[in-house]
């Protein structure tokens, strides 16, 4: 219980904040936007015929099942919209990585400050429990974003073409974990040194590594073989796959089947990534004085 | 029905042989301390004394390096000791984002004072706590990144205060308070402390200290150099002693060599060197015995700067 009322202070503290208010404004402003601007017009009463990118879709009136697309067009609609949904889910994943990195940063920080670490260290309340309810609140806080961002655009799509999916959803579901292994790293630095620059400097830094090693084989051959090739290996052998992982968020949102040779070792390194840090922290914060 | 009480229940903390380095930096060395249930403690010291420190190992915060620290018959690290603290940081930092009443709703969840509460239950304790310290209700909804420091250190008592703790650490409360707050501040501490809680204060302000505790440590390059009832603390090597100005009083203060003054009241005022209340009986009844009219008897009562300083080894 302890940990869900950490995790809700987190949560109502970055509420309290201006600028996340003001990023969840210029999303919405973005959606709005998109809704005004893209060429994805339901015409002729939304009932017969729509039209997505320019390119008319057929249909019969009588055979509409999904409000304002005829039933005809929805395998059409499915079809036009993947590009879409999966540019739509690359673009929370990664951008909301960058934003989620910079705009968390200081929140592991802030109360683990002197002057407040103090306070809540004297109540009920256990180290680990601390930390692993702030680990969880910015968890909630990445999973309003993406499914505010991609539950909008998903409206803005309805609206606009009278289509309804939940799975740009799932691949949002895929950009938060993707985020939480980054989080993880933070606030494993957070605990080290408290400072923002370096907790948001360590999560673009095990944001652009991981990327580069979803290559890692590649990666191994730029070194001469040898204890070169070797240091290389175990430097990148512990970074989880966040591009592979990006692209099952991708598959996800356009209701693709999943790969599970892809999948399974990509999760499993991410789950062990992130339990990795989230002990190392643990014991930083359990072994020191403040 | 008797109540047995052991020796651990009449104290709420207990300190043996704590040290605490920070590199070279030896800010506490080999502690002993023992504070009373139900007593209004307070811990004095120069800056750097290492009070703060000290506290912090009271509470768990800090680990010593060496030593036993007991508190309310369990330890600092148990979770359910803590429940009966109520601790009041120096420079506490609140979060900005937050109102007073948010900030202390959230500090009661913590406490796991929502237990057996409704929502309105809670409110009212919540409200009842910021009423106590004064801070005005205007600034209730307002959020606190923009509390000057006398409020921020209200609403950080408020929130000590909350599920009426046995133990109240107070990391110099009335810091940054003007002269009105400090009373309403001394005057919720001191209704704590009649009320059963046993208050530890830490505070620079040694007339706040006098006016509030009963015992005092006082603390120098990370020891304890002088401990114990204040009372007994402060009371001098010398009485004083009134009475009624004739022939006879002159004679047998001369006769023993004592100075003395006049006043408007009639009276002589005279300097006793008596160290103790039997050779001060033995004095004053050879002085009735004389046929000397006495008015009143007073021990000197040094203040609490006196006492510090002698401790620290400062001239005062």
């Known amino acids: 219980m302890t940990l869900l009322h950490i995790a809700a202070d987190v949560v109502r503290e970055a509420a309290a904040r201006r600028y996340l208010a003001v990023v969840f404004g210029l999303i919405a402003f973005a959606q709005i936007a998109l809704a ?153 630095a957070t605990t080290v040194a408290r400072s923002a620059a370096l907790a948001s400097g360590t999560g673009i830094l095990v944001y652009v590594l991981s990327i580069i090693a979803d290559d890692r084989a590649e990666v191994r051959s730029w070194f001469t073989a040898g204890w070169g090739r070797h240091v290389a290996g175990w430097l990148i052998a512990p970074l989880p796959k966040l591009r592979t992982l990006g692209s099952v968020g991708r598959d996800l949102a356009v209701g693709d089947l999943l790969d599970a040779a892809d999948l399974v070792p990509a999760g499993a390194a991410a789950v062990a990534f992130v339990a990795a840090c989230l002990v190392a922290a643990v014991l930083q914060v359990e072994r020191k004085d403040w | 029905m008797t109540t047995q009480h052991s020796a651990r229940d009449e104290t709420a903390i207990v300190a043996t042989d704590v040290s605490k380095r920070f590199g070279a930096v030896a800010a506490l060395q080999g502690v002993d301390l023992r504070v009373r249930r139900g007593a209004s403690f307070g811990l004095i010291g120069p800056n750097g004394a290492g009070k703060t420190t000290f506290i912090k190992v009271l509470l768990g915060i800090s680990r010593p390096n060496t030593g036993t620290v007991q508190l309310l018959d369990g330890t ?120 059963g809680a046993t208050v530890f204060l830490n505070s620079h302000l040694l007339a706040e200290t006098e006016r509030i505790c009963d015992d005092i440590a006082v603390m120098a390059r990370g020891r304890i150099v002088q401990s114990g009832a204040l009372i007994r603390l402060q009371a001098g090597d010398h009485y004083r002693l009134d009475v009624v100005d004739d022939a006879t009083a002159r004679r047998s203060c001369a006769a023993r060599g004592w100075a003395w003054t006049t006043g408007d009241e009639g009276l002589l005022r005279c300097a006793l060197d008596a160290t103790d209340p039997a050779d001060l009986s033995r004095v004053l009844a050879a002085l009735l015995a004389e046929g000397v009219t006495i008015a009143q008897v007073n021990r000197d009562v040094r203040s609490l700067e006196d006492v510090f300083a002698e401790a620290v080894g400062i001239a005062p």
């Open chain 1, 36 to 188: 005004l601007a893209l060429d994805l017009d339901v015409v002729e009463g939304a009932i017969v015929a729509s039209k997505l990118f320019g390119a008319a879709l057929g249909g019969r009136a009588s055979d509409a099942a999904t409000p304002g697309v005829a039933l005809g067009a929805v395998p059409q609609v499915q079809e036009q919209l993947r590009p879409v949904f999966r540019v739509l889910t690359g673009a929370v994943y990664h951008l909301g990585m960058v934003f989620g990195v910079v705009a968390t940063g200081d929140i592991a920080v802030k109360s683990l400050s002197p002057g407040r670490v103090e306070l809540l260290l004297s109540l009920p309340v256990r180290r680990w429990e601390l930390l692993i309810g702030t680990f969880l609140g910015v968890g909630f806080i990445a999973l309003a974003g993406a499914v505010f961002a991609v539950g909008g655009f998903s409206a803005v799509l309805f609206w606009k073409a009278g289509y309804f999916t939940a799975a740009p959803l799932w691949g949002a579901l895929m950009g938060v974990l993707g985020f939480l292994i980054v989080y993880s790293a933070m606030l494993l």
């Open chain 2, 76 to 195: 600092p690290g148990d979770v359910h000791v803590r429940r009966r603290v109520g601790y009041l940081p120096e420079n506490l930092q609140l979060p900005a984002g937050l109102t007073p009443r948010a900030f202390l709703r959230s500090i009661a969840r913590l406490k796991g004072l929502t237990r057996g509460r409704s929502r309105a239950e809670l409110a009212g304790l919540v409200d009842d706590s910021l009423h106590r310290v004064g801070l005005e209700e205007s600034a209730w909804p307002r959020r606190m990144g923009g509390f000057s420091k006398g409020m921020r250190q209200r609403t950080g008592l408020a929130a000590a205060l909350l599920g009426a703790p046995d133990l109240l650490v107070l990391d110099e409360p009335t810091d940054g308070i003007d002269p009105t707050g400090r009373a309403v501040i001394r005057a919720v501490i001191q209704a704590e402390n009649r009320r």
